[in-house]
């Protein structure tokens, strides 16, 4: 069973950044692919990044592609979404997941309960 934590949201103005992190406890993440979701108010859930476990592939969604940066540290059993030039669109509910073979909405092991994010002047 794997449990995974969030942090690092928190309000921003447009243009800044912030860091999330995705901490797991009770098994390594090793072996696990990572996924990085959102959902904003009165919207469905969406994709945002996911990275493999075996040789780091990355993917990111077009809304996000250039901005957002997907990465983990094995040693930490963490996962990293480095955020920058935030848009108030970029406003959500921003959760990690887990699974050991795939990426998307559907089929994920574990998730986590989800970080706030809030752009905003």
């Known amino acids: 069973q794997v449990q995974l934590v969030e942090s690092g949201g928190g309000l921003v103005q447009p243009g800044g950044s912030l860091r999330l992190s995705c901490t797991a406890s009770?098994?390594?993440?090793?072996?696990?692919?990572i996924g990085w979701f959102r959902q904003a108010p009165g919207k469905e859930r969406e994709g945002v990044s996911c990275i493999s476990s075996s040789d780091g592939t990355t993917y990111y969604a077009d809304s996000v592609k250039g901005r957002f940066t997907i990465s983990r540290d094995n040693a930490k059993n963490t996962v990293f979404l480095q955020m920058n030039s935030l848009k108030p669109e970029d406003t959500a509910v921003y959760s990690c997941a887990a699974d050991r073979t795939l990426c998307g909405l559907d089929g994920m092991d574990y998730w986590g309960k989800g970080t706030p994010v809030t752009v905003s002047s």
């Open positions: 009770g098994d390594s993440l090793d072996d696990y692919v």
